[in-house]
């Protein structure tokens, strides 16, 4: 008889409670579920929090957007505060990532920065951990599970906050610029492969590319039909590339560059940007050069752009 234990299964390492608490009436914010007619101000709201922290990437605002909007609510749950008159000043989301194999629920939240000191973002993680363990105690297996946040390096008492409960840092993303005035390589292709404008192709098949590139990655895995098309319209036909094997096909996309305007300028200065926001090659076609060749194309189109 073997005395191996058996693996914990996911839904009992969540330790999930009874009830996810929603912070208290003392904070003088009453809660509910955000809805789509929240959405400007749940803008206002990020928008506000961001500045305050002098964050430099890109607004999780059209993260949220997707959550609030999509039908299908499985996974999902957020919560907004408003106060007496009706103004949100806080919104707490969870969101359970049902791609790849870790069973991730990722926390997205901010308080309005004329409301900090008052306990709302601790009251407001509580939640949102109560809510993610008690979506992880629905999913079966015993695999890796985690919850993770996205924060800025800049962003000091949203951190301090994040390991007062618990989180620690597993993973870091860096913004890396270049100007443009700099003399630009020209792009270098393999032979063979043909490089096209990324709108002369379906966002389906730069989406599968997207699957394969990423599929070893860290994170939240390859994004629904629903997020690729909501960034897709956002992406700069003219600075944006992908690149073909005419020999799988006339549509077999291999690498792909997809670049957009960056609204937030550089340390809140006056310099305009472009943003680099997707670049990938398939994993059987790396190391070749593909990826440099298509980020120097994109850098002499934001040129030539102006």
Known sequence: MSD?????????????????????????????????????????????????????????????????????????DTLGGFDRVGIMRAYGAVHLWPEGDVANVVFYGAVDPSWGGRGIGRALLAWQEGRARQMLSRVSGSGPARLSAYVEDVAAD?????????????????????????????????????????????????????GRASGEAWGEGPPTALAWHRRWGEYKPEWSFVAIDPAQGKDHVIGYVLARVQLQAWSKGKRTEASIHRLGVDPAYRRRGIGRALVTRALKAFAESG
Do not use: N
């Open 4 to 76: 191996q234990r058996r693996p914990r299964s996911i839904a009992e390492r969540a330790r999930a409670p009874h009830h996810a608490e929603v912070p208290s009436p003392h904070l003088q914010l009453e809660w509910r579920r955000l809805v789509p007619t929240d959405l400007d101000q749940l803008t206002s709201l990020i928008k506000e929090a961001e500045e305050a922290d002098g964050a430099l990437i890109d607004s999780v605002t059209d993260v949220i957007v997707d959550l609030v909007v999509r039908d299908e609510r499985i996974g999902v």
């Open 158 to 210: 949203r951190r301090r906050l994040y390991v007062a409960a618990g989180f620690s840092q597993e993973m870091a993303y860096l913004r890396v610029r270049r100007d443009l005035a700099a003399p630009i390589p020209e792009p270098d292709f393999p032979e063979g492969i043909v490089v096209r404008h990324a709108s002369e192709v379906s966002e389906a098949s730069v989406l599968e590319c997207h």
